[in-house]
């Protein structure tokens, strides 16, 4: 739910933001192990609000993520992270960077 939220926040200020090329990668181990990684950005109007999602899953099937949002708008930006390992124990930081003169 707090994902959610914190997506709408973010991607409702850019309104007529046009929609970028989703971008994904996976690579798959020697050992049978795959990390796969998927962007999506939106920009317009001099903002742009991008998730990152990155899943690594092990050779024996354990698997761990982190996800990023990250808007930008003249004078500040907002990155938050939220990461899942692989026992399921979860960690969230947020950090905002304002710009004044």
Known sequence: MRS???V???????GVALPALGQS????GANGGTLSKDRTCLRG???ASCETT???TGA????ASKTRFRTSEPGSSTTTVDR????????????T???SR
């Not at 709408?8 to 850019?14: D, E, I, V, Y």
């Not at 990668?25 to 798959?28: D, F, P, Q, R, Y």
């Not at 024996?60 to 698997?63: D, M």
């Open 4 to 6: 959610l939220t914190l």
């Open 8 to 14: 709408l926040a973010l991607t409702l200020p850019l």
């Open 25 to 28: 990668v996976t690579v798959t």
């Open 45 to 47: 109007n001099g903002a």
């Open 54 to 56: 990155t899943t690594a």
């Open 60 to 63: 024996n099937g354990q698997t």
């Open 84 to 95: 899942t390992g692989p026992n399921g124990q979860t960690r969230d930081r947020s950090r």
């Open 97 to 99: 960077v304002t710009v």
